[in-house]
């Protein structure tokens, strides 16, 4: 056994990777482990085009570490259960260079978790560490707006 044998949970599966606890955990996902819907944006922390969710939290891969991950359920894009959202997403047309879209979705799925029906400020305020280069803010909104109508609907039927 290694030093650096790690044991992690990554959308409700067990990998055990020998890998540097300091790395982040994005390197790990997309390089060791083959899940490349997680994109490298900034490398900083300020785009979101990294964000995965840790313990059903929105975190940024670039700057977490596989250590910090130890004994937590690390989500993807490649794991997140939100068909509404991403039939909204396709329905509003959000999507268009998609290279910030994982983060986003990751970002939204988030904030629909702890708010069934946020406001258009609580979408701002939960959206805005995620950048979208083509601008497609609005749709972003309409599609989490929509995503969250659709959860109504169907709590009321």
């Known amino acids: 056994m290694s030093d650096n044998e790690l044991k992690l949970n990554i959308n409700g599966k067990q990998f055990t990777l020998d890998a540097d606890p300091n790395m982040p955990i994005l390197w790990a996902v997309r390089d ?3 899940m490349t819907g997680t994109k490298y944006g900034c490398g900083a922390g300020l785009c979101g085009a ?7 939290e929105p975190a940024r891969a670039c700057l977490t570490n596989l250590k910090q991950v130890q004994g937590k359920s690390v989500t993807t894009i490649e794991g997140l259960e939100a068909d ?16 910030c879209q994982s983060g986003q979705l ?4 988030a904030l629909l978790s702890k708010k069934q029906r946020p406001s ?3 979408i ?3 959206m805005s560490g995620n950048i979208c280069r083509c601008g497609t803010y609005n749709r972003i909104k309409s599609a989490i ?3 969250a109508e659709s959860s109504k609907m169907e709590a009321e039927l």
Request: hydrophobic fraction near 35%; charge should be negative; include cysteine.
């Open 50 to 56: 990294c964000t995965i969710h840790i313990d059903g």
């Open 145 to 147: 707006l929509s995503a």
């Open 106 to 109: 990751m970002s939204a799925a």
């Open 32 to 34: 060791m482990l083959g």
């Open 124 to 126: 701002d305020d939960a």
């Open 84 to 99: 509404k959202l991403r039939r909204a997403w396709s329905e509003h047309n959000v999507p268009q260079c998609g290279y």
């Open 120 to 122: 258009e400020t609580e």
